[in-house]
């Protein structure tokens, strides 16, 4: 059976959420998923290759129709993943002196590009999202880790809050959601 999801003009996470519990269903083999927005379409892809499933994307009038099939054959499943996830909750690390703790930041975040086949995902919430846009000192290091496969993911309601939507250099937004998912699905969390 095929099922529509119309998640237009609904905010992060429910359009994700919405197509998650669509293909969680036994009884359906598709789903077309009908959004308005880039970061929803960016999210429901990463779901759909999380989940190994097939799509077709078709842009028309500004809407993204995503069209995902369910192959029997795979299993949905989400393995544990086989390196460390880091959540950056801020800027600087630590508490105290903010001026130390950008200088600990920015020394942890050159020690993570030295520690090969450790880490797997780097997620940016709050104050962290800074450290993902235009004109972070740390740029440099986190673009070297996302170049060498580690997924970078920065939360896209914080990106809004702070205005930085339009200012991402690296990795991708992502939702509760997803990042959540990403959590619990870590072999290893480390929350900074």
């Not at 197509?19 to 990463?46: F, Y």
């Not at 809407?63 to 995902?68: A, P, S, V």
């Not at 590009?113 to 780097?122: A, N, S």
């Not at 999202?129 to 997924?151: D, R």
């Amino acid at each position: 059976m095929k099922q529509t999801i119309d998640a237009r003009g609904l905010n992060c996470p429910e359009p994700v959420i919405m197509t998650k519990k669509a293909l969680d269903s036994q009884d359906v083999s598709e789903v077309l998923a009908i959004v308005d927005n880039r970061a929803a379409l960016e999210n429901i892809s990463r779901l759909v290759k999380t989940m190994n499933l097939g799509s077709m994307v078709e842009e028309q009038d500004g809407l993204y129709y995503i069209n995902i099939t369910k192959d029997e054959t795979v299993t949905q499943k989400q393995s544990i993943k086989a390196g460390a996830t880091v959540v950056v909750q801020s800027n600087v690390m630590g508490q105290g002196d903010d001026v130390l703790g950008g200088v600990l930041m920015k020394s942890f975040m050159y020690t993570l590009t030295q520690m090969e086949g450790e880490l797997e995902t780097l997620i940016f919430l709050n104050g962290g999202v800074l450290l993902t846009t235009a004109g972070s000192e740390v740029l440099e290091h986190i673009k070297n880790l996302a170049k060498n496969g580690v997924e970078v993911l920065s939360c896209g309601t914080c990106l809004d809050f702070y205005g930085l939507a339009d200012k991402l250099e690296v990795g991708s937004i992502g939702n509760m959601y997803t990042i959540a998912e990403e959590m619990f699905r870590a072999r290893k969390l480390i929350l900074l």
